[in-house]
């Protein structure tokens, strides 16, 4: 009797305790793959790709401004301020060209230096610009407005793209200014008097004027000639009626008059 109760004591005490094994299995990872999540990750705050826009750039100016000087005796001056040296001066009327504007000062260039204009002095006005090849010889123009008149000056070149010793660009007549800035702004090769240029180019009817064509003309000395030999000024046109050229006295942009008009011979454009 006791051995039965014995037995079934150890039957009972085995069938509570777990074997070895299966605590073992307790703390074994799972044999079968976690499910992968179907949800994707929230994205950090900011963390998504956001397509950078590209600055506009400025707007590309249609028109070139000019001063018109209204002072009897404006000061050019090598900066903008009134502390600055006075390099120059421009009379009422003279009209130049506008590269910078700082506060109340319009730079622009005279006799190959850069000087500034005080607003108060001067007014404003607009041309349309044309091509890149020809506001490129037009800035060459620019440069030299002031420069003295020269009758007969050294040319830069003989005609052919052989350079002049001599040449300066401290004086010009008419037809070497026009020979210079052809051939630093576009490059082009033109001949060394108004005489032989105006046979060069292409030529344009006097109602199809276009900014940067060269208008040729006769003058008192040689109007009563014929042919050819009444050529004796060059001028470039600018639009609305304006020129740049070299008169009796320097280089200088003006607006033609119905008395330069009447010696109007032929134009040719060279760009």
Request: aromatic content about 12%; overall charge positive.
């Amino acid at each position: 009797m006791k051995r039965k109760k014995f037995l079934l004591a150890l039957m009972i005490a085995a069938f509570l305790v777990p074997t070895a094994a299966s605590c073992a299995n307790e703390d074994a990872p799972p044999t079968t793959p976690p499910t992968a999540e179907t949800t994707p990750p929230a994205e950090e705050e900011g963390g998504e790709d956001v397509e950078e826009i590209a600055p506009t750039p400025p707007p590309v100016a249609k028109t070139v401004e000019y001063i018109r000087c209204t002072g009897d005796s404006v000061n050019l001056r090598a900066g903008a301020g009134t502390s600055y040296s006075v390099v120059g001066n421009a009379k009422k009327g003279e009209i130049y060209a506008v590269t910078e504007k700082h506060g109340n000062w319009y730079q622009t260039y005279y006799r190959g230096k850069t000087v500034y204009i005080s607003a108060a002095y001067c007014t404003v006005f607009s041309l349309k610009k044309d091509t890149n090849s020809v506001e490129s010889v037009l800035d060459e123009g620019y440069k030299l407005l002031g420069v003295p008149y020269v009758y007969g000056a050294v040319r830069l070149h003989d005609g052919k793209g052989n350079m002049l010793s001599g040449f300066t660009t401290q004086k010009f007549d008419c037809s070497s200014l026009v020979q210079y800035v052809f051939y630093k702004g576009a490059g082009k090769t033109l001949q060394v008097t108004t005489r032989t240029q105006v046979k060069q180019g292409t030529y344009v009817p006097k109602s199809d004027l276009r900014r940067g064509d060269c208008i040729y003309f006769t003058n008192e000395s040689r109007k009563h000639l014929s042919g050819i030999e009444r050529v004796g000024h060059v001028a470039i046109y600018l639009g609305d009626n304006y020129i740049l050229h070299t008169a009796t006295d320097y280089a200088r942009i003006e607006k033609m008059t119905a008395s330069r008009w009447a010696f109007y011979i032929e134009t040719r454009r060279f760009v």
